[in-house]
């Protein structure tokens, strides 16, 4: 009986990061920069290569408000999802237009939860040689 609570506890705990992750994208989706950030540590690491490595709330609000505004339609589909501990990976791809063209960028990003919220995102994809936005 105590293995099996033990079992269970430890599958609530490992479901953590990935319901966090999951509202991450769920904010984004709805352009809600203030509900992502929520979901960071104050001094959260991000590193991207369109983003010159923001750190922290505050950083996370600017950085994707600034994307919204860039692409007012964009939004993240997620293809697979895994978690492990505290990480979780995740393939995904963007959908966006500009200049009339439809955009699907594909992207990963490797994540880290502490206690219910993002400590590091790593995040990957082609920006097509564009300097990083400060």
């Not at 769920?26 to 010159?52: G, I, Q, V, W």
């Not at 996370?60 to 999802?81: C, E, S």
């Amino acid at each position: 009986m105590t293995l099996m609570i033990a079992m269970a506890l430890g599958a609530a705990l490992a479901a953590e990061p990935k319901a966090v992750v999951s509202s991450m994208f769920d904010a984004f989706n709805r352009h809600d920069a203030s509900a992502m950030a929520k979901l960071y540590a104050e001094d959260a690491r991000l590193t991207s290569p369109d983003f010159c490595s923001p750190r922290g709330e505050r950083d996370v609000v600017r950085t994707y408000q600034a994307l919204f505004t860039r692409f007012p339609d964009i939004r993240d589909v997620v293809d697979r999802m895994i978690a492990e501990g505290d990480r979780v990976a995740v393939r995904f791809h963007a959908e966006m237009t500009q200049a009339g063209k439809v955009i699907d960028t594909p992207i990963v990003t490797f994540l880290r939860v502490r206690h219910g919220r993002i400590i590091e995102d790593d995040t990957l994809f082609d920006n097509k040689g564009r300097p990083c936005a400060p």
